[in-house]
Protein backbone atom coordinates (compact mmCIF):
# COMPACT_ATOMS: atom_id res chain seq x y z
CA UNK A 1 0.00 0.00 0.00
CA UNK A 2 1.26 3.57 -0.76
CA UNK A 3 1.21 4.55 2.43
CA UNK A 4 4.43 6.74 1.57
CA UNK A 5 1.63 9.31 -0.27
CA UNK A 6 -0.41 10.32 3.23
CA UNK A 7 -0.29 13.15 4.34
CA UNK A 8 -0.09 14.24 8.26
CA UNK A 9 -1.39 16.14 10.95
CA UNK A 10 0.18 16.69 14.17
CA UNK A 11 -2.09 16.21 16.93
CA UNK A 12 -0.77 15.99 20.53
CA UNK A 13 2.97 15.88 19.09
CA UNK A 14 1.61 12.57 17.48
CA UNK A 15 1.30 12.24 13.53
CA UNK A 16 -2.37 11.03 12.50
CA UNK A 17 -2.07 9.65 8.80
CA UNK A 18 -4.85 10.75 6.65
CA UNK A 19 -6.26 7.96 4.54
CA UNK A 20 -6.00 9.28 0.56
CA UNK A 21 -9.41 8.45 -1.51
CA UNK A 22 -10.04 8.72 -4.86
CA UNK A 23 -13.62 8.28 -5.99
CA UNK A 24 -15.29 6.58 -9.18
CA UNK A 25 -18.77 7.65 -10.22
CA UNK A 26 -20.07 4.71 -12.21
CA UNK A 27 -23.32 5.34 -15.15
CA UNK A 28 -25.71 8.01 -14.00
CA UNK A 29 -25.38 9.47 -10.62
CA UNK A 30 -28.45 11.20 -8.56
CA UNK A 31 -26.69 12.18 -5.56
CA UNK A 32 -23.57 14.54 -7.19
CA UNK A 33 -24.32 17.23 -4.74
CA UNK A 34 -23.51 14.81 -1.90
CA UNK A 35 -20.60 13.87 -4.14
CA UNK A 36 -19.19 17.22 -4.46
CA UNK A 37 -19.80 18.03 -0.68
CA UNK A 38 -17.58 14.78 0.20
CA UNK A 39 -15.28 16.08 -1.85
CA UNK A 40 -15.02 19.67 -0.30
CA UNK A 41 -15.21 18.31 3.08
CA UNK A 42 -12.54 18.73 5.82
CA UNK A 43 -11.15 15.70 8.00
CA UNK A 44 -8.10 14.97 9.74
CA UNK A 45 -8.74 11.61 8.92
CA UNK A 46 -9.32 11.68 5.24
CA UNK A 47 -9.33 13.42 2.11
CA UNK A 48 -10.97 13.68 -1.23
CA UNK A 49 -7.82 13.37 -3.78
CA UNK A 50 -9.34 12.85 -7.23
CA UNK A 51 -12.83 11.91 -8.94
CA UNK A 52 -13.36 9.71 -11.86
CA UNK A 53 -16.19 9.31 -14.19
CA UNK A 54 -17.28 6.30 -16.47
CA UNK A 55 -20.08 7.48 -17.84
CA UNK A 56 -21.46 4.71 -20.04
CA UNK A 57 -22.00 1.51 -18.15
CA UNK A 58 -22.53 -1.97 -19.58
CA UNK A 59 -25.45 -4.13 -19.89
CA UNK A 60 -26.82 -5.33 -16.70
CA UNK A 61 -25.49 -9.02 -15.85
CA UNK A 62 -27.27 -9.26 -12.43
CA UNK A 63 -30.78 -8.78 -13.15
CA UNK A 64 -31.26 -5.16 -13.32
CA UNK A 65 -27.85 -4.61 -11.46
CA UNK A 66 -24.15 -5.41 -11.82
CA UNK A 67 -21.88 -8.60 -10.66
CA UNK A 68 -18.56 -7.71 -8.84
CA UNK A 69 -16.72 -9.31 -11.93
CA UNK A 70 -18.62 -7.02 -14.47
CA UNK A 71 -17.81 -4.16 -12.61
CA UNK A 72 -13.78 -5.66 -11.99
CA UNK A 73 -13.66 -6.11 -15.87
CA UNK A 74 -15.14 -1.96 -16.15
CA UNK A 75 -12.76 -0.63 -13.62
CA UNK A 76 -9.96 -2.46 -15.78
CA UNK A 77 -10.97 -1.83 -19.22
CA UNK A 78 -11.27 2.00 -18.16
CA UNK A 79 -7.18 1.72 -16.85
CA UNK A 80 -8.60 2.77 -13.04
CA UNK A 81 -5.07 3.41 -11.53
CA UNK A 82 -5.55 3.52 -7.67
CA UNK A 83 -1.54 3.53 -6.90
CA UNK A 84 -1.63 6.88 -5.49
CA UNK A 85 -4.28 6.56 -3.13
CA UNK A 86 -5.10 4.10 -0.11
CA UNK A 87 -8.82 3.66 -0.67
CA UNK A 88 -11.10 3.95 -3.78
CA UNK A 89 -14.27 3.83 -3.76
CA UNK A 90 -16.81 3.55 -6.65
CA UNK A 91 -20.29 4.73 -6.26
CA UNK A 92 -23.34 2.91 -8.52
CA UNK A 93 -27.56 3.81 -8.61
CA UNK A 94 -27.72 0.57 -9.29
CA UNK A 95 -28.56 -2.81 -7.58
CA UNK A 96 -25.23 -4.52 -7.27
CA UNK A 97 -24.23 -8.57 -6.21
CA UNK A 98 -26.41 -10.13 -3.64
CA UNK A 99 -28.35 -6.56 -3.18
CA UNK A 100 -25.43 -5.69 -0.85
CA UNK A 101 -24.91 -2.20 -0.18
CA UNK A 102 -20.91 -2.32 -0.17
CA UNK A 103 -18.61 -4.92 -1.73
CA UNK A 104 -14.98 -5.41 -1.77
CA UNK A 105 -13.72 -5.83 -4.71
CA UNK A 106 -10.80 -7.83 -4.04
CA UNK A 107 -10.36 -9.59 -7.18
CA UNK A 108 -9.59 -5.80 -8.61
CA UNK A 109 -7.21 -4.93 -5.61
CA UNK A 110 -7.21 -4.67 -1.72
CA UNK A 111 -8.22 -1.06 -1.67
CA UNK A 112 -11.42 -0.59 -3.76
CA UNK A 113 -15.01 -0.61 -2.70
CA UNK A 114 -18.49 -0.82 -4.87
CA UNK A 115 -20.98 1.02 -2.95
CA UNK A 116 -24.53 1.53 -4.44
CA UNK A 117 -27.28 3.75 -3.75
CA UNK A 118 -30.15 1.27 -4.37
CA UNK A 119 -32.72 1.57 -1.63
CA UNK A 120 -30.84 3.78 0.58
CA UNK A 121 -32.77 7.02 -0.31
CA UNK A 122 -36.22 5.34 0.36
CA UNK A 123 -34.98 3.72 3.52
CA UNK A 124 -33.05 7.29 5.25
CA UNK A 125 -36.13 9.26 3.52
CA UNK A 126 -38.26 7.27 5.92
CA UNK A 127 -36.06 8.36 8.92
CA UNK A 128 -35.41 12.25 7.80
CA UNK A 129 -31.58 11.44 7.80
CA UNK A 130 -29.53 13.24 5.30
CA UNK A 131 -28.19 10.56 2.51
CA UNK A 132 -25.04 12.22 2.61
CA UNK A 133 -24.67 10.00 6.33
CA UNK A 134 -24.38 7.39 4.19
CA UNK A 135 -21.66 8.19 2.02
CA UNK A 136 -19.50 9.42 5.12
CA UNK A 137 -20.93 5.79 6.89
CA UNK A 138 -18.96 4.23 4.26
CA UNK A 139 -15.64 6.30 4.16
CA UNK A 140 -15.34 5.80 8.36
CA UNK A 141 -16.60 1.78 7.67
CA UNK A 142 -13.71 1.70 5.20
CA UNK A 143 -10.56 3.86 6.30
CA UNK A 144 -10.82 1.83 9.52
CA UNK A 145 -9.90 -1.22 7.59
CA UNK A 146 -6.99 0.83 5.72
CA UNK A 147 -5.77 1.84 8.88
CA UNK A 148 -5.58 -1.08 10.58
CA UNK A 149 -5.28 -4.11 7.93
CA UNK A 150 -3.65 -1.85 5.25
CA UNK A 151 -6.15 -3.44 2.93
CA UNK A 152 -10.31 -3.70 2.61
CA UNK A 153 -11.38 -6.18 4.42
CA UNK A 154 -14.89 -5.40 6.11
CA UNK A 155 -15.74 -9.15 7.35
CA UNK A 156 -12.57 -8.81 9.88
CA UNK A 157 -14.84 -6.50 12.04
CA UNK A 158 -18.51 -7.25 10.51
CA UNK A 159 -20.82 -8.49 13.52
CA UNK A 160 -24.29 -9.69 12.53
CA UNK A 161 -26.39 -8.36 15.26
CA UNK A 162 -27.39 -4.81 15.46
CA UNK A 163 -25.29 -2.24 18.14
CA UNK A 164 -26.04 0.83 16.42
CA UNK A 165 -22.34 0.28 15.80
CA UNK A 166 -20.53 1.09 12.41
CA UNK A 167 -19.71 -2.30 11.32
CA UNK A 168 -23.50 -4.05 12.15
CA UNK A 169 -23.94 -6.35 9.05
CA UNK A 170 -27.46 -5.12 8.35
CA UNK A 171 -28.80 -8.05 7.30
CA UNK A 172 -32.35 -6.22 7.42
CA UNK A 173 -31.22 -3.82 4.81
CA UNK A 174 -33.44 -1.03 6.53
CA UNK A 175 -31.11 -1.13 9.71
CA UNK A 176 -28.75 0.54 7.63
CA UNK A 177 -30.54 3.71 9.04
CA UNK A 178 -29.34 2.67 12.35
CA UNK A 179 -26.10 1.97 11.08
CA UNK A 180 -25.57 5.31 9.68
CA UNK A 181 -27.89 8.01 11.58
CA UNK A 182 -25.43 8.88 14.27
CA UNK A 183 -23.32 5.61 14.02
CA UNK A 184 -20.70 4.53 16.36
CA UNK A 185 -18.07 1.87 17.54
CA UNK A 186 -19.56 -1.38 19.76
CA UNK A 187 -16.61 -2.65 22.27
CA UNK A 188 -15.66 -5.23 20.30
CA UNK A 189 -14.80 -3.00 16.92
CA UNK A 190 -12.68 -0.51 19.60
CA UNK A 191 -10.87 -3.55 21.27
CA UNK A 192 -10.52 -4.65 17.71
CA UNK A 193 -8.94 -1.13 16.29
CA UNK A 194 -6.78 -0.87 19.09
CA UNK A 195 -5.35 -4.44 19.01
CA UNK A 196 -3.40 -3.02 15.76
CA UNK A 197 -0.66 -0.87 15.49
CA UNK A 198 -2.79 2.17 15.13
CA UNK A 199 -1.93 5.53 17.15
CA UNK A 200 -4.32 6.44 19.87
CA UNK A 201 -5.70 9.39 18.59
CA UNK A 202 -7.51 7.48 16.23
CA UNK A 203 -10.75 6.36 17.87
CA UNK A 204 -11.50 9.94 19.50
CA UNK A 205 -10.85 10.98 15.91
CA UNK A 206 -13.58 8.68 15.14
CA UNK A 207 -15.67 10.06 17.51
CA UNK A 208 -15.34 13.54 16.82
CA UNK A 209 -16.47 12.60 12.88
CA UNK A 210 -19.56 10.60 14.60
CA UNK A 211 -20.52 13.73 16.08
CA UNK A 212 -21.56 15.36 12.64
CA UNK A 213 -23.42 12.84 11.81
CA UNK A 214 -26.93 15.27 12.80
CA UNK A 215 -30.01 15.03 11.26
CA UNK A 216 -31.44 18.49 10.79
CA UNK A 217 -32.95 20.60 13.74
CA UNK A 218 -36.58 20.66 12.28
CA UNK A 219 -36.69 16.56 12.12
CA UNK A 220 -34.34 16.94 15.61
CA UNK A 221 -37.73 18.62 17.20
CA UNK A 222 -40.09 16.33 15.44
CA UNK A 223 -38.12 13.14 16.59
CA UNK A 224 -38.36 14.89 20.41
CA UNK A 225 -42.10 15.44 19.82
CA UNK A 226 -42.99 11.04 19.13
CA UNK A 227 -40.33 9.76 21.79
CA UNK A 228 -41.98 12.34 23.99
CA UNK A 229 -45.26 13.30 23.75
CA UNK A 230 -45.85 13.81 26.87
CA UNK A 231 -42.99 15.93 28.40
CA UNK A 232 -43.53 17.99 24.78
CA UNK A 233 -46.83 18.96 25.83
CA UNK A 234 -45.90 19.79 29.44
CA UNK A 235 -42.51 22.44 27.36
CA UNK A 236 -45.63 23.55 24.93
CA UNK A 237 -47.74 24.75 27.54
CA UNK A 238 -45.18 26.69 29.98
CA UNK A 239 -43.56 27.98 26.94
CA UNK A 240 -46.57 29.39 25.96
CA UNK A 241 -47.41 30.75 29.87
CA UNK A 242 -44.44 32.35 29.54
CA UNK A 243 -44.27 34.16 26.37
CA UNK A 244 -47.53 35.84 27.59
CA UNK A 245 -45.88 37.21 30.78
CA UNK A 246 -43.25 38.35 29.00
CA UNK A 247 -45.56 39.35 26.12
CA UNK A 248 -47.94 41.41 29.14
CA UNK A 249 -44.73 43.07 31.13
CA UNK A 250 -43.01 44.33 27.52
CA UNK A 251 -46.67 45.87 26.35
CA UNK A 252 -46.86 47.27 29.90
CA UNK A 253 -43.03 48.37 30.24
CA UNK A 254 -43.94 49.84 26.30
CA UNK A 255 -47.04 51.74 27.46
CA UNK A 256 -45.14 53.26 30.85
CA UNK A 257 -42.48 54.46 28.58
CA UNK A 258 -44.06 55.75 25.47
Known amino acids: MARHTAKSHKIRKVEILVIQIQICLLGYQRYLDK ?7 SSKLFEVTNCIVIKQLPPCDHEWGYSDNCINQ ?5 NIDNSNVELCLCFIDNPIEYNYFTRDLSEFDSKTVLCSFYQVETIFDEQNIDIFNYIHGIILNEIVQIATLHKVNEDYFLHDDTRNCLFDMCGLKK ?14 CIAKIESTAVDKEFVPLLNKE ?9 YRIIDFVKERPILSIIITFLSTIIINILSSFLYELLKFIL
Open 175 to 188: DIAIKYGVPSLCPS
Open 74 to 78: LLTSS
Open 35 to 41: IEKLQNY
Open 210 to 218: FKSFKKALF
